[in-house]
């Protein structure tokens, strides 16, 4: 059984920067990592994936220039770092592993997912 526990949510200032991370209390981690956010009222949406490797990810257009995941396998996490946040930012983020390497900009891809940590970013 696979769980995923968030970590580092929080507020700040518009400009500010935070670091969340993950991690994997499974056996393996050799799975494709992604990052999702949710803000009050929307749907789900994809912010970053990388792969086993590290050596491929994928961001969102809204987040290219100014968040960068990055993972550790030894410690079986993944991290999610975030500089220049904006109000727009704001929602509770998601770490989830991904089942399939097929639509991995999709929630369907991923078969577990974390709890969820609260980033809020004020004006």
């Known amino acids: 059984q696979v769980q995923l526990v968030e970590s580092g949510g929080g507020m700040v200032q518009a400009g500010g920067s935070l670091r969340l991370s993950c991690t994997s209390s499974g056996q393996t981690f050799s799975s494709v990592m992604a990052w999702f956010r949710q803000a009050p009222g929307k749907e789900r949406e994809f912010v970053a994936f990388i792969t086993w490797s590290g050596k491929q990810k994928d961001y969102a257009d809204s987040v290219k220039g100014r968040f960068t995941i990055s993972r550790d396998n030894v410690k079986k996490s993944v991290y999610l770092q975030m500089n220049s946040l904006k109000p727009d930012d704001t929602a509770v983020y998601y770490c989830?592993?991904?089942?399939?390497?097929?639509?991995?900009?999709?929630?369907?891809?991923?078969?577990?997912w974390g709890q969820g940590t609260r980033v809020t970013v004020s004006s």
């Open positions: 989830a592993r991904a089942g399939t390497l097929v639509g991995l900009e999709t929630t369907q891809a991923y078969d577990h």
